[in-house]
């Protein structure tokens, strides 16, 4: 189904083409308060039935109420509380529950409205609700729009490791009004950041370049906003459809991802380190094993830290408050990553910015000292 022409001049689509699923991203401002006229065309009947969180229903739900009123769309809501702890088996429990009795059929939409938790979670409900139905994924943070939202990993995490529980269910729909990022707080938008840099860091050298020039504006410039966004949008749907279900390709968008969920396992998912500062973090740690396995030069590991750092960002260990356990624990901890093969980790290291690859033999003595020094470098700051 298409969607509706543009009435703003300045929403762009970028297609994720996946034969028979094919789904559009719309990127824009303002898409929120249009969002019954961009969903009305993917609904059997009219009525959607949203999931969200606290926070974000007190500043979005009103207005997406209105849209879909406008419509004739009747809206469902459920609030759940915000944060990481909401991605488990409680309120996912509760999330489906809510819809079966709430009637959502077969043919309805759930629409995930909200970050990066709220649309994994969300997602995941609509996967297993009544063997799979529709979603609509309204991306209210900067990681969900340029991320999380787009190429349908949808999932809870496990006392045992983040993300460990899931489904591969690409949404009908995408609307990223990147206007609401106006509202974010600096650190949440900053989080973000880290998944729009590790776009450049893994695949475009140029995408970092123009970041390095124009990331300290994105807060303040909804143009360049929007090119970000959208540049990370085509770069993820690009490599979505190659490689859906992450077979080979597709693990390079998790770059400093296995370093992350560790410290986030290390950190109890707690906000002592958010997602896009642990991406962040790992990042630039892999950068370090791929310079001191020879992959690269050093330049390159201190180009990146340089970048994060004139951001304000998180780029090293010893900007994570509170304990960490030892590299060991931390290694150990890795073990539970989804790219584990025959019980042999593998990374996304780079021969440079802009050139990771799937690495199933990195160093692990290299990547032990490069903890090692790290959580050193913590006790001496
Ligand atoms: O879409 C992907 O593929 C990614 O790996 C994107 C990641 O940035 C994202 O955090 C993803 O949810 C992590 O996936 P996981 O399979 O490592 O849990």
Known sequence: MNAPPDTAADVRTVTVDLPGRAYPIRIGAGLIARAGAEIAPFLARRRVFVLTDETVAGHHLETFRAACAAEDIA??????????????????????????????????????LGGGVIGDLAGFAAAILRRGVGFVQVPTTLLAQVDSSVGGKTGINSPRGKNLIGAFHQPRLVLADVAVLETLAARDFLAGYGEVVKYGLLGDADFFAWLEQAGPTLAGDRDARLRAVEHSCRMKAGIVLRDETEQGERALLNLG??????????????????HGEGVAVGCALAFEVSARMGLCSQEEPSRVRAHLRAMGMKTDLADIPGDLPDADALLELMAQDKKVQDG????????????????????????????RDALAQRKRA
């Open 257 to 274: 991802h296995t370093f992350c969920h560790a410290l986030e396992a290390a950190t109890g998912y707690s906000d002592r380190l958010l």
């Open 75 to 112: 809206v469902e809501a459920l609030a759940l509380p915000a944060g990481e702890a909401t991605k488990g088996w409680p309120q996912l429990q509760r999330a489906v529950e809510w819809l079966l009795e709430a009637r959502a059929e077969r043919r309805d939409l759930v629409v995930a």
């Open 344 to 371: 042999r980790l593998t990374f996304i290291l780079a021969r440079g910015i802009g050139r990771a690859f799937v690495a199933g033999d990195a160093d692990l003595d290299v990547v032990r000292g490069v903890l």
